[in-house]
Structure formats: structure tokens, C-alpha cells
């Protein structure tokens, strides 16, 4: 059974910085597609990263040069460091996997999921 569970959510100030992990089990998160992605109120779920078997990334134009997504074999666990936050970061935000190694930018192709960790940003 595949598990994924994020931390490291909170509350930032903005220009601030905050690390999520997910701890991911009963899947290999060297072999597939990984993704964070983030709600907020009222707004469809969107996609802020994904990383693909290869390790290569995408980041939409809201978040690039800001945030980094990045794994650990060894621990099974996906990253996302967010750093100059601002306001408009703050949502909900989920770890998301895929049954391949290629990535999708779209959430409908992700196959399992974390509960989330919700992400503050004040000003």
C-alpha cells in the first residue's frame, strides 16, 4: 500500500523560507514521477513541481527561481524548498505520485496522494 506523508508546513513571513518533505512507502520514489501541488481557498489544485525518474524538473512561471523540488533515494522522501515566499503562496499543499517514471503537469494523472500540510505566508 502506497503512503505518502508531508510535513513542514507552517507560517512564513514573507521573503521567508519553508521546506515540505514527504516521506513516501510501498512505492520508489527513484523510479517515478513525483509532484507537489497546492490549493487554496476556493481555487482549483494546481501544480508547483514535479521531478521525473531522471531527476529532471518543472516548475510553473508563479514559482520558478523560488522553489526546488528534489528527492532522496535513500530516504524515500521528496522535498520542496520554497523560498522568497509570498502571500499568494499560501494554500494547501500535496505530494503526489505517478505508476510511471515521466512526469505530467496535469493532477488527473497522479495516482496517489498525501493528506497535505497547509503552507502560511503573511506580510
Known amino acids: 500500500q502506497v503512503q505518502l506523508v508531508e510535513s513542514g508546513g507552517g507560517s512564513a513571513q514573507a521573503g521567508g523560507s519553508l521546506r515540505l518533505s514527504c516521506v513516501v512507502s510501498g512505492y520508489t520514489v527513484s523510479s517515478y514521477c513525483m509532484g507537489w501541488f497546492r490549493q487554496a481557498p476556493g481555487k482549483e489544485r494546481e501544480g508547483v513541481a514535479n521531478?521525473?525518474?531522471?531527476?529532471?524538473?518543472w516548475y510553473p512561471d508563479s514559482v520558478k527561481g523560488r522553489f526546488t523540488i528534489s528527492k532522496d533515494n535513500a530516504k524515500n522522501t521528496l522535498y520542496l524548498l520554497m523560498n522568497s515566499l509570498k502571500p499568494e503562496d499560501t494554500a494547501m499543499y500535496y505530494c503526489?505520485?505517478?505508476?510511471?517514471?515521466?512526469?505530467?503537469?496535469?493532477?488527473?494523472?497522479?495516482?496517489?496522494w498525501g493528506q497535505g500540510t497547509q503552507v502560511t505566508v503573511s506580510s
Open positions: 521531478i521525473n525518474s531522471a531527476a529532471n524538473t
Open positions: 503526489a505520485a505517478r505508476s510511471v517514471a515521466y512526469c505530467h503537469t496535469e493532477k488527473s494523472f497522479y495516482n496517489y
